[in-house]
């Protein structure tokens, strides 16, 4: 029980004015005329065509009535055979594993089981297994640390918000957020829930960050887990064996 209040601490805490985007969260729409709507640009497009191979909807299913828990996006990523997605989007599978199940979902609509093997709770990361492992599927790339990012670049934030279909959103680099708990990237760009967990890539089409929230008192002030984070948890998962039993022990070390 103590876990279980941590765990809801530290949600309130650093979740506060802002909307995890996973399928499961509400936020405010953003009113916008038509006339400010713009046709994506051919770097965009070409995100899009780089990703749709590896973009993956990840969903938690009860087990007991097969009903969906909670929906998120996520990417096929080393030797295809990880997948990356956000904590909050598979926190069940982490807590409470005898009563869900994991599963995502291609673009195509091929639908995969999986088991989470890791996360890392404060930066809000889960890396899944695909419990029958393709060799050989297509992976993004994880931009090195020795090429930071610069001010101004364009970003390519792709996902599948509201359970609609697979889409690509562009932004700018602003950096890191400034007064935040934990590292995070100023994204100038639109996140909707159902998004948590998608990729988002520089112009090369290499990943830069994840999709984790955005202000819901705000328009296009979104953020991104920053890859570093990510390339640290695919090293742990590794070695890692699945989560069969409830993590709160490990939460709970990892939030002290």
Request: charged residues 20%; glycine residues 8%.
């Amino acid at each position: 029980n103590s876990s279980r209040w941590i765990a809801a601490g530290f949600a309130a805490v650093v979740f506060g004015l802002f909307a995890p985007m996973c399928g499961a969260q509400v936020a405010a729409p953003a009113a916008r005329g038509a006339d400010e709507a713009q046709p994506p640009s051919a770097d965009a497009q070409q995100a899009y065509r780089v990703a749709r191979d590896k973009l993956v909807q990840v969903r938690t299913l009860r087990r007991k009535t097969n009903t969906q828990s909670s929906t998120g996006s996520g990417f096929y990523v080393a030797q295809g055979d990880l997948i990356v997605t956000n904590f909050h989007v598979a926190a069940d599978l982490a807590l409470e594993p005898e009563r869900h199940r994991g599963v995502v979902v291609s673009m195509d609509g091929r639908e995969i089981a999986v088991e989470l093997l890791v996360f890392d709770v404060l930066h809000d990361l889960a890396v899944l297994r695909p419990v029958t492992v393709v060799e050989g599927h297509a992976a993004l790339t994880l931009r090195p640390s020795n090429a930071p990012m610069t001010r101004g670049e364009r970003i390519y934030s792709l996902g599948n918000p509201l359970d609609v279909g697979f889409a690509v959103t562009e932004g700018i680099y602003n950096g890191l957020v400034q007064r935040s708990f934990y590292p995070r990237i100023f994204f100038g760009g639109t996140l909707n829930p159902g998004m948590s967990g998608g990729p988002a890539l520089d112009g090369s089409g290499r990943v830069v960050g994840v999709n984790v929230a955005k202000r819901v008192d705000a328009e296009m002030v979104s953020f991104l887990v920053p890859v570093e984070f990510v390339a640290q948890l695919i090293q742990r998962a590794r070695n890692a064996q699945p989560i069969t039993q409830p993590a709160y022990a490990e939460l709970t070390r990892q939030l002290k």
